[in-house]
């Protein structure tokens, strides 16, 4: 069962080809904002796992112009692709957090480039007023814009542990915003959070599948170097998972994801240096090359708890068919 080319889930690559008729490249880009979960609004430290890079570690550098950042990434990836269409990606920090007027500036930037195809802002739910919304919602009729929510878990202890910041409601409110607006949403979880069970993980993976989302990014935590997830696991050590059992998470939460939810990344990608654990994550094509095995091998796919789900409804109910197809 291959209905995405050659993966057993929907994964962006062969989203873009479907979409743009080619591979796309993502450029990683810097708008120079903050964070209120680090500037005082709401907390000064941010998110227990955020590194000082604001979860944006491969990002261009803020010195740059939008303009140079993105010619510079687009030399990098060049110099091993040969590639024509991006997507300019909005990473480091909170990239709504900032007048309407400089994001305007900045988002026009990148879109004024012919070889960038999409928008991507990465940004919290906390942070999308009235005057934001309505410029995404302009910049949307231009080219498409996708927004980036970190929700991470929908577990209440959990997102305090981790220092979120902000309620599931915030984030509900801002998906059902977006969506009125026909912006798609792209949701990040991590998997591996200190303390929670895999039931948990699935259960966050089973509430977005409920929400109006378009695309995901399953994560697996790094405990990075001078955060204060560092500090806390030296202090209260919680478990690490191994490579198998984060296959094996993975692969349940592909499982029962909607097929029409793409995926965008399946694993982590924090900065080699840094990493305190897990090790063995630092070699990420043995991570992606595993994962793509153990599907192969169970021979299983994105969406397949939900039609075994449906087959079985069709079981106890077999009469609702005859019905649907003889009236
Ligand atoms: S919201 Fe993002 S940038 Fe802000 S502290 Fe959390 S991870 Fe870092």
């Not at 261009?60 to 991006?86: D, G, H, W, Y």
Request: a neutral charge; hydrophobic letters at 40%; glycine letters at 6%.
């Amino acid at each position: 069962m291959m209905k995405w080319a050659d993966k057993p889930y929907h994964c962006l690559d062969y989203e873009m080809k479907r979409r743009f008729g080619e591979k796309v490249y993502r450029l990683a880009l810097n708008g120079g904002m903050t964070c209120p979960n680090r500037d005082g609004t709401l907390g000064t430290r941010g998110c227990i796992f955020c590194s000082s890079g604001g979860s944006g570690d491969f990002a261009a550098s803020a010195a740059l112009s939008v303009t140079e950042q993105i010619q510079l990434q687009k030399n990098m990836i060049r110099q091993k692709r040969p590639v024509r269409k991006f997507i300019a990606y909005f990473q480091a920090y909170t990239n709504t957090y900032a007048p309407v007027d400089y994001l305007e500036a900045i988002f026009l930037e990148a879109l004024a480039d012919d070889e960038v195809i999409a928008l991507s802002v990465a940004t919290r739910p906390d942070c999308l007023p009235p005057d934001v919304l309505e410029l995404l919602d302009r910049l949307n009729r231009i080219k498409p814009v996708w927004v980036e929510l970190g929700l991470q878990t929908v577990h209440a202890a959990t997102a305090k542990l981790i220092r979120r910041g902000y309620e599931l409601p915030c984030f509900e409110q801002a998906v059902s915003q977006l969506r009125a607006r026909n912006i798609e949403v792209i949701v990040h979880t991590i998997l591996g959070l200190p303390h929670e069970t895999k039931e948990q993980m699935l259960e966050t993976v089973r509430y977005l599948n409920d929400c109006d989302i378009q695309g995901i990014k399953l994560q697996l935590l790094h405990i990075l170097r001078g955060t204060d997830l560092a500090d806390y696991y030296a202090q209260s050590p919680f478990h690490i998972m191994t490579m198998e059992e984060y296959t094996d998470i993975l692969i349940e939460c592909l499982e029962q994801l909607s097929p029409d939810i793409i995926i965008h990344r399946i694993t982590g990608d924090g900065p080699g240096g840094l990493l305190i654990a897990p090790l063995w994550s630092r070699n990420k094509r043995t991570v992606l090359n595993t994962i793509h095995s153990a599907l192969r091998i169970r021979g299983t796919w994105q969406g397949r708890a939900l039609e075994r789900a449906a087959d079985l409804k069709q079981e106890e109910y077999p009469c609702q068919n005859h019905l649907h197809y003889t009236s």
